[in-house]
């Protein structure tokens, strides 16, 4: 875990191997889809082992924390905008101590593929909407049976963090 000693600035910008693009709603008279992923077009270690969504309630975040060996996959294609923000914690990274700020959701449907190592935290922006986040990681929550340690370091326990959604 990062400790306040080891604070270090973060410089605005894209980072290695964070995979963004949009999500098109197919619209008709009886509503619309959006295709969020496609083998085809996704590299094989982001390949999903597992789907949930979530509800974000106006004003709250969820984050900041990383995986270790689990990369995400997250649609933000509303109800609900957020503020997703990312830091490259990889010290192997040509993009270390880079940070990225996006805003995404109904106003910007936009799929995110975040890599292990990569800190992240999202915040619902609506005045009164509910946010909609949908996941498809490529690991199972708790690995076969969730008989595993979960994979995540939840900076969001530390009052010191250097992770901070809203600087």
């Known amino acids: 875990m990062q400790t306040a000693k080891e604070t270090a600035e973060f410089t605005k910008g894209k980072i290695q191997n964070v995979v963004v693009y949009p999500l098109k709603k197919f619209v008709d008279e009886r509503g619309w889809l959006a295709e969020l992923f496609r083998h085809d077009e996704l590299a094989e270690e982001f390949y999903p082992q597992m789907a949930y969504i979530s509800i974000t309630e106006p004003n709250f975040q969820r984050g900041p924390h990383e995986h270790i060996s689990q990369a995400d996959l997250f649609c933000f294609i509303g109800t609900g905008n957020f503020k997703l923000k990312m830091w490259d914690n990889r010290k192997d990274s040509p993009t270390f101590r880079n940070v990225m700020t996006m805003f995404v959701g109904a106003d910007n449907p936009q799929a995110v593929i ?42 969001e326990d530390d009052a010191d963090t250097i992770f901070k959604i809203d600087d």
């Open 114 to 155: 975040i890599p292990k190592g990569v800190v992240h935290a999202y915040k619902n922006i609506s005045l009164t909407e509910k946010g909609v986040v949908l996941n498809c990681p490529n690991r199972l929550y708790m690995g076969e049976g969730k008989r595993e340690e979960i994979d995540e370091i939840r900076h």
